[in-house]
């Protein structure tokens, strides 16, 4: 069981609110029994509600860094305000008394624990789990309904690019919305995201002469993606396993969502990774409908192991029910790593996590990762951006020799040939950075390491870059929550 502290809790909880709640059901006295079991894994209690009934809650730290949370509330929201007040109680020294483990909770720990000996032994004896059986038939059905989204989707952008965006009105909006809705039904969901990010250039935001530049660009990389998905497609459609493409992003930007049984057979699996979060935002994405928490990771376990993202998807109608990731400030010990298919900065995935305090020798394996020539990383971040497909928005850890102010006070940083590389906020990131610069120690400037964000300015036709992360000699300063 882990060292129950009031920050810990708070850290279970989806989001604020429910903090609050759980920490009210406390200070209300609303639980009416309070029980441990006699060695301390198990937390349950009963707590007042709205009904005649008290609600049953408990935490069962039997696997201690993966708590699981019960209650017989009709909450959606998980962990609940109950199983968190309970928590809280116990941070706050209530008393608990011993009492046996009710015989559901004993039961589904019997259940639980009898899966977990199935899968040790069958690891034990080579045996591994039997592959999902995929329905061909189904599937081809799909890869041809699919075929036939990508046809009205060409439609519609060739009917845009002829008549020109200067002559869209509103009422293209109404057309675009009933095509996002359509290509749901021919399993395009990555392509319904695209399409609708295409209307919020085209009809949202204050400055719409610079959003049309960015708008014919999305334009751009839809017309890739039909290209390419058709191609995609047809050649499947002819390859009798069916197989995915485990090296590109086309199958997620087809809408296929990756399971970690799919990303294993593929070999796409790691075993022990020490990864360190360089950075961490959470922004709201309006065509994706969802807030997203984003976390930029260093993987300390492997040279060269490079800089991944996780992504924690909260769509608008359920965000208030589920967690909100945040900044994470130790090493994160995973037994099994996950890397999603693509270029640089590639997603990855994780189960289970040991957290451990960083030390100075993690951050020095981080410096040893980062790039020294700048002619060398720009030209890596073009190629990627070449792609229409890929990420726009690549991040890179770079050696700086100096971090300083040019005559017409703007911030540089230089590398040790002398190549400089110009600081400046991004409009895709929600916060900005360069402002916080001067408040850098002295010491901090020199010979330090810059986590930095790459975007295509499309207007001026060069490469912007902002700093989101300052690293020097045993300190890691962010410079973005």
């Known amino acids: 069981?882990?060292?129950?502290?009031?920050?810990?809790?708070?850290?279970?909880?989806?989001?604020?609110?429910?903090?609050?709640?759980?920490?009210?059901?406390?200070?209300?006295?609303?639980?009416?029994?309070?029980?441990?079991?006699?060695?301390?894994?198990?937390?349950?209690?009963?707590?007042?509600?709205?009904?005649?009934?008290?609600?049953?809650?408990?935490?069962?730290?039997?696997?201690?860094?993966?708590?699981?949370?019960?209650?017989?509330?009709?909450?959606?929201?998980?962990?609940?305000?109950?199983?968190?007040?309970?928590?809280?109680?116990?941070?706050?020294?209530?008393?608990?008394?011993?009492?046996?483990?009710?015989?559901?909770?004993?039961?589904?720990?019997?259940?639980?624990?009898?899966?977990?000996?199935?899968?040790?032994?069958?690891?034990?004896?080579?045996?591994?789990?039997?592959?999902?059986?995929?329905?061909?038939?189904?599937?081809?059905?799909?890869?041809?309904?699919?075929?036939?989204?990508?046809?009205?989707?060409?439609?519609?952008?060739?009917?845009?690019?002829?008549?020109?965006?200067?002559?869209?009105?509103?009422?293209?909006?109404?057309?675009?919305?009933?095509?996002?809705?359509?290509?749901?039904?021919?399993?395009?969901?990555?392509?319904?995201?695209?399409?609708?990010?295409?209307?919020?250039?085209?009809?949202?935001?204050?400055?719409?002469?610079?959003?049309?530049?960015?708008?014919?660009?999305?334009?751009?990389?839809?017309?890739?993606?039909?290209?390419?998905?058709?191609?995609y497609l047809q050649a499947r459609s002819e390859d009798p396993e069916l197989a995915l493409d485990h090296e590109s992003t086309i199958d997620e930007w087809l809408g296929h969502a990756w399971q970690l049984s799919e990303l294993k057979e593929y070999g796409l699996v790691k075993e022990g990774a020490e990864l360190l979060q360089l950075a961490f935002y959470s922004f709201n994405d309006a065509a994706r409908l969802e807030f997203v928490d984003l976390g930029y990771w260093l993987d300390l376990s492997a040279e060269g192991g490079g800089i991944h993202r996780t992504f924690n998807y909260r769509p608008y109608k359920a965000a208030k029910l589920m967690r909100e990731e945040d900044s994470y400030f130790e090493v994160a010990v995973v037994p099994q790593l996950y890397t999603y298919p693509g270029e640089m900065n590639a997603r990855i995935r994780y189960e289970a996590v040991t957290p451990r305090q960083v030390q100075g020798t993690d951050l020095q394996r981080a410096a040893a990762q980062a790039h020294r020539s700048y002619t060398e990383a720009v030209k890596k971040v073009k190629n990627q951006i070449k792609n229409p497909l890929s990420d726009k928005q690549p991040v890179m850890l770079l050696h700086a020799a100096t971090l300083g102010v040019t005559e017409n006070g703007q911030y540089v940083m230089t590398d040790e040939e002398g190549t400089r590389l110009l600081l400046e906020d991004l409009p895709s990131v929600p916060q900005g950075t360069v402002e916080l610069l001067p408040f850098l120690p002295a010491a901090a400037r020199e010979d330090c390491y810059i986590l930095v964000m790459f975007e295509h300015n499309l207007d001026q036709g060069r490469l912007r870059a902002q700093p989101l992360t300052v690293i020097k000699d045993e300190e890691m300063i962010r410079l973005l929550y």
Request: net charge positive; hydrophobic share 35%.
């Open 1 to 231: 069981m882990p060292e129950l502290t009031s920050t810990y809790v708070d850290s279970l909880a989806p989001n604020a609110a429910a903090i609050k709640n759980g920490q009210g059901l406390v200070r209300k006295k609303s639980f009416v029994e309070l029980h441990q079991s006699e060695n301390g894994e198990l937390l349950f209690g009963k707590c007042a509600g709205s009904g005649k009934t008290p609600y049953e809650c408990s935490v069962d730290f039997i696997a201690a860094d993966s708590p699981v949370f019960r209650c017989t509330c009709p909450s959606r929201q998980f962990p609940c305000k109950h199983a968190l007040g309970l928590l809280y109680a116990y941070t706050e020294g209530q008393t608990f008394t011993a009492a046996p483990v009710p015989e559901d909770i004993a039961s589904k720990r019997e259940k639980a624990e009898k899966r977990e000996e199935n899968k040790v032994k069958q690891a034990a004896e080579g045996v591994e789990p039997k592959p999902k059986k995929v329905n061909k038939s189904a599937l081809k059905k799909k890869i041809t309904a699919q075929l036939e989204g990508l046809d009205l989707l060409e439609k519609l952008v060739l009917s845009f690019v002829r008549g020109g965006l200067s002559t869209m009105d509103r009422s293209a909006v109404k057309t675009i919305q009933e095509h996002v809705k359509q290509l749901g039904n021919y399993y395009l969901s990555g392509a319904q995201i695209e399409l609708r990010r295409f209307s919020n250039l085209m009809f949202g935001g204050k400055d719409q002469e610079q959003n049309y530049t960015y708008a014919m660009e999305q334009l751009t990389r839809l017309h890739a993606f039909i290209k390419k998905g058709r191609a």
